[in-house]
């Protein structure tokens, strides 16, 4: 049957007939060509034996769908597809060095294979496509544009997902700055298209906002679950409902992990920096951690919502630490250029300010006590939360209560609260930072049954 | 000397010039913008051919006038739907219905937990005991409340990785209370986390990193599932509902009780919560949940599951239980457009999907024929011996078969009859392309016509 490329064209002629719209009756036989369609990509790329990669105009035909998509099942099921045709033909990959010649000594190698498809290459009649869709919404089956909007950030962030992590390793390997600079997610936050500001603000707001709210309600209240999908749950729509919960979270999420990812690629660009790999071919950026820090304590309201929400605790441990450092003065030598400046730092450090009437009063002072206590709470939890991440092996409890530093750090929580409530009358305390304090006395407690 | 603006050759390696051709792109721009002026022209040309229409709108000042036109235009509107409804109907006369299945009827309430046993657990009261409750003028008398609020603000999980084990009272009651019956979304899904969590998700660490005693059982999810309303497809497929305020379907928990059961299918070791007969019932309830339409939505969480619940299985038990999933799924499978779901829904993208949605969709074609466990030629001979001429031919019963078969013989020929497969094979999608003639309107007719032309194509 001829080469493999030719045979490849065949595969595209032929399954890309499938949507050809002639004879077609109504919007009926369209979703069905469509999922006929998107069926037939997944037979002849994943199922069948032997399978072979689509071309990038049926890569290109599978995004549309996933974009135009006019039913939930549509874009369900192209969003699928595309996720697994990505773990499937990865447009980058790691090469491990050390099985063939072990004298690298376990080196990785960067593969890409320029060939494959990705959102961010190919797809600009796709975007085209998309301004012809909004004017037509009038007519889809179902109007859940945000829905589809939620599962298209989820993909692409999988898509930066799968485009940094490898260069990372190899970054980290080889101290070879350029991987990281061709990043994906290096280029994009490069381009001068995109307000990063806005960007990261809109970021946060997903985070800490979520998409949908809800009320307590009895078992059978499916109604009181409130969206925040104006016009498009008006009866209890439960397809909807479901869709809209599960993909909210799973934003949720993806958008921490961008946030992580962006984070990641800061700390790796200061060390670059410090050893001279940069160039001015990279972009000058405000570190993402620095914007967060502003965001926060700008505006206030966002703190409890944001942290909450922000589950990784090394990360978000970071966060609460050069928020403290903006207040407290005598932090150590803490410049921008420094690479340990914050690696020195630890909460020990940020709670033995608050070890004394004084130096509390005038913290408390500079940043409000409602701000003090809750991110006292917080990086404690962060901090707890960091120890059980590295550390898996919990045998017994008297082996984590050895730690001192854990004892150490529950005390001085406490401590610090007592010096704050001492100081300002009738201060109250949030559920969350009872629980914090239930918490450290519970350590203490523990402690003190061994 | 195509372009007098373009950098000379040595140029282009100075830095500096390299700014140059930007501002020559602009003035070029200034210079030549008939293009700008074309557009400008469409752009300004609307208002005023608006304004001009709206100036002749205003002509027809004689309310005599007005009103007749306003009539004519009623009539006609009138006319043109009543005539859109006549063809829709006979459009959607011979429409098949899509796919879907209820499986969810009315919901039942959950059995009252008793959380007397919760205040007194030990977390509370050590707590309790110590100098601390005095000086931070803390009083838990609200225990299941303020227990609630740790699970939710993620203390708790904390809490038990220093304790270093869960108490039973407190694992009893975070599955039931907190994941699986708070209608709560927040409590919900931070139980879900909290026990997803606590129990060990990697394959290479089959240890428990906190010490757990109490594990849910088999039947305690089962339950669960009856207790959202699931019945195990015994609902008609258009099962009307009697009270239009009573909601059919599950409550959202359902998306908990999935994570759940994914990650305890995969914790295998040392201590397996399912018996395999078990898991292999979780893969049916799964699929009967995927051919819920209003479980759309939880698609991926679905496939998740399913995965989980086949990577469950060692290689050997795998042989036997994929054989006894597939015939229980085709002995109870709609022979309607739902079978296609049921296929699809495996996503194939590995060894053991892959062979299970041949293996599932042979059975259904087997079954549907009647004839289960029918020697392969055999069954394509008599697919092949449909008369595609009659007149009577149901196509939309072709097309199901055609499908099915496409998908079995997807993944590889059957080594002993390969050959003779292929050949009856390509023989009847032949057949099948070339007997049904370009102008039959029959429904499904070209679609039979169109898939049997694309798989002989990429044969």
């Not at chain 1, 080469?3 to 499938?18: D, F, K, M, W």
């Not at chain 1, 007519?139 to 997902?161: G, I, T």
């Not at chain 1, 951690?289 to 970071?318: C, G, H, R, T």
């Amino acid at each position: 049957m001829g080469s493999p490329v030719r045979s490849n064209r065949g595969i595209e002629e032929n399954t890309l007939a499938i949507l050809d719209s002639s004879g077609i009756r109504d919007s009926r036989d369209i979703h069905d060509d469509r999922l006929a369609f998107l069926e037939a990509v997944r037979l002849v790329s994943l199922t069948s034996k032997p399978s072979s990669a689509p071309t990038w105009n049926m890569y290109n035909a599978v995004f549309r769908i996933f974009r135009d998509g006019t039913s939930l099942e549509e874009i369900m099921t192209s969003y699928q597809l595309l996720v697994e045709l990505e773990k499937h033909y990865p447009r980058l990959c790691l090469v491990d060095q050390s099985k063939f010649e072990s004298t690298f000594g376990g080196a990785c190698e960067l593969v890409v294979v320029k060939e494959t498809w990705s959102p961010f290459v190919g797809s600009v009649e796709s975007a085209h496509a998309d301004d012809v869709e909004t004017s037509r919404s009038s007519d889809s089956l179902l109007d859940a544009h945000l829905l589809k909007n939620l599962v298209l950030l989820q993909y692409l962030v999988h898509v930066l997902e799968g485009d940094f992590l490898p260069r990372e390793t190899v970054y980290k390997a080889t101290m070879k700055w350029i991987f990281l600079r061709e990043s994906l997610l290096s280029l994009i936050l490069g381009s001068r298209k995109i307000n990063i500001r806005y960007f990261i603000q809109d970021c946060m707001t997903i985070i800490s906002g979520g998409f949908v709210r809800h009320k307590s309600g009895r078992f059978h209240d499916l109604e009181n679950v409130e969206t925040f999908l104006p016009g498009v749950v008006e009866e209890p729509d439960l397809t909807l409902l479901y869709a809209t919960l599960e993909m909210g979270k799973k934003t949720v999420i993806a958008v921490e992990k961008l946030l992580i990812l962006v984070i990641r690629l800061d700390m790796h660009r200061k060390v670059a920096d410090i050893q001279g790999y940069t160039s001015r071919a990279d972009a000058i950026r405000v570190p993402l951690m620095e914007m967060i820090v502003d965001q926060l304590s700008y505006n206030k309201d966002v703190i409890s919502p944001f942290l909450l929400a922000f589950s990784e605790p090394k990360w978000k441990l970071e966060i609460i630490m050069q928020y403290f450092w903006k207040y407290c003065h005598r932090a150590p030598v803490h410049t921008r250029r420094s690479k340990n400046s914050s690696d020195d730092a630890t909460f020990e450090t940020i709670l033995k300010y608050f070890s004394n009437g004084p130096s509390t009063q005038t913290l408390v002072r500079k940043m409000s006590s409602e701000v003090v206590q809750l991110l006292l709470a917080h990086g404690f939890q962060a901090y707890l939360s960091s120890v059980w991440h590295n550390s898996k092996l919990l045998a017994d409890i008297e082996e984590t209560l050895k730690d001192v530093p854990l004892l150490q750090i529950s005390k001085g929580l406490i401590c610090a609260y007592e010096n704050i409530k001492k100081n300002n009358d009738g201060i109250r305390l949030s559920a969350f930072e009872k629980e914090a304090l239930f918490t450290a006395a519970t350590i203490v407690a523990l402690d003190s049954q061994f | 000397m195509d372009d007098l603006d373009a950098p000379l050759d040595f140029e282009s390696e100075d830095a500096l010039v390299s700014s140059v051709p930007v501002a020559n792109e602009r003035k070029r721009k200034k210079i030549i913008g008939l293009d700008d002026l074309l557009s400008e022209f469409y752009h300004a040309g609307n208002p005023v051919n608006e304004s001009k229409k709206s100036s002749k709108a205003k002509h027809h000042d004689s309310d005599e006038e007005d009103n007749t036109s306003k009539n004519k235009e009623k009539l006609l509107s009138k006319f043109v739907s009543e005539c859109q409804k006549q063809v829709n109907d006979i459009l959607t006369e011979d429409d098949i219905p899509l796919w879907g299945r209820r499986a969810f009827g009315r919901q039942r309430s959950p059995p009252p937990l008793d959380s007397r046993a919760l205040i007194n657990c030990k977390l509370l009261q050590s707590f309790t005991k110590s100098k601390f409750s005095s000086i931070l003028e803390m009083t838990i008398d609200k225990g299941e409340a303020f227990l609630e609020g740790l699970l939710v603000d993620g203390w708790l999980l904390n809490l038990v990785f220093l304790c270093g084990s869960v108490e039973d009272c407190l694992a009893s009651w975070t599955f039931y209370q907190g994941t699986l019956h708070s209608s709560k979304v927040d409590v919900q899904e931070s139980g879900c986390d909290f026990w997803c969590s606590i129990l060990p998700t990697e394959v290479e660490v089959n240890k428990p990193t906190v010490g757990l005693t109490w594990f849910p059982s088999f039947a305690q999810l089962k339950d669960a599932l009856e207790i959202f309303g699931y019945s195990h497809g015994t609902l008609s497929p258009s099962a009307s509902v009697d009270n239009a305020s009573e909601i059919c379907g599950p409550p959202v928990n359902i998306r908990c009780w999935l994570k759940l059961v994914a990650t305890f299918c995969k914790m295998r070791n040392p201590c397996p919560i399912f018996s395999t007969s078990e898991v292999e019932e979780l893969f049916d309830i799964i699929i009967w949940l995927f051919l819920d339409r209003q479980l759309q939505g939880l698609s991926f969480l679905l496939s998740e599951c399913m995965l989980s619940i086949i990577t469950f299985f060692t290689d050997e038990e795998w042989l036997m239980s994929s054989e006894k999933i597939a015939t229980s799924i085709a002995s109870r499978a709609p022979k309607d457009l739902n079978c296609f779901r049921i296929v699809e829904c495996i996503s194939g993208v590995d060894e053991r999907t892959r062979g299970l949605r041949s293996q599932v969709s042979w059975q259904i074609l087997t079954h549907s024929m009647g004839n289960p466990g029918a020697n392969p030629v055999g069954i394509l001979r008599s697919l092949s011996s449909v008369n595609v001429k009659d007149k009577n031919c149901d196509f939309f019963k072709v097309y199901i078969r055609l499908v099915l078969a496409e998908n079995w013989l997807a993944s590889g020929l059957p080594v002993e009859e390969g050959p003779a497969i292929a050949e009856v094979w390509s023989r009847y999608l032949r057949s099948l392309s070339t007997q049904i003639s370009n102008t039959d309107w029959r429904s499904y007719a070209a679609k039979v016509r169109n898939r049997a032309s694309y798989l002989l194509q990429s044969m």
